[in-house]
């Protein structure tokens, strides 16, 4: 995982949504939340590879065991 590529992307999407500021509203809240919410699962979704474990493997399994 490059987390330097995911911090420079997870930047230039943030500068996609409104500047931070004083949230007045309970609408304001929840858009200000969805558009947050939004632009880290677009960020997650683009740049952190999905992990596909082989079928066969131990699921029960891992480093601390060894």
Known sequence: MDWEDFQENLAIRLLEIPPPQPLTTKEQFQQAAEDLTAVIQDTIRTRV?????????KRWWNNELS
């Open 49 to 57: 590879p999905e992990n596909k474990p082989c079928p066969f493997s």
